[in-house]
């Protein structure tokens, strides 16, 4: 049928790496990298969106991007603690194929931590990969 659930396989992972011991996690789409060395997944203290720019959806000049109204999603790369992931009860596993399950886990974000960092975009352009 082709279906697979993204929210399922992020929290399957999560567990594999909460039992290696790991305190944070990258929620990280494959094809995307950052192009700035200020992008350096350091944990800020809250969950952070890491990807708030891809070159994939064109290329703007630094104050366009920066006055871009950003859609409510954590897509790209989505930086998080192990207690921030529990606080938001991980990732929905009601979506199967691509999307929403980025928009939920916004939500759910900012419904129990009232915000979602971002870095700034003209930090924060990454380059889509070709696999």
Known sequence: SGLFNKGL???????AAFEA???HLVFH???QYPENPLNDY???GSPTHLCTWSTQFALLDAATRENAKMRPH???ALLMSRDDYVAVNGFSNVYWRWGLEDNDMYHRI???FGNLTR???VVVIWQPTTL
């Open 9 to 15: 396989m992020m929290n399957l992972g999560s567990l």
């Open 21 to 23: 011991g790991c305190e």
């Open 29 to 31: 789409d494959v094809d």
């Open 42 to 44: 350091f944990y800020r």
């Open 74 to 76: 954590v897509g790209g």
């Open 110 to 112: 900012h419904a129990v």
């Open 119 to 121: 870095l700034p975009q």
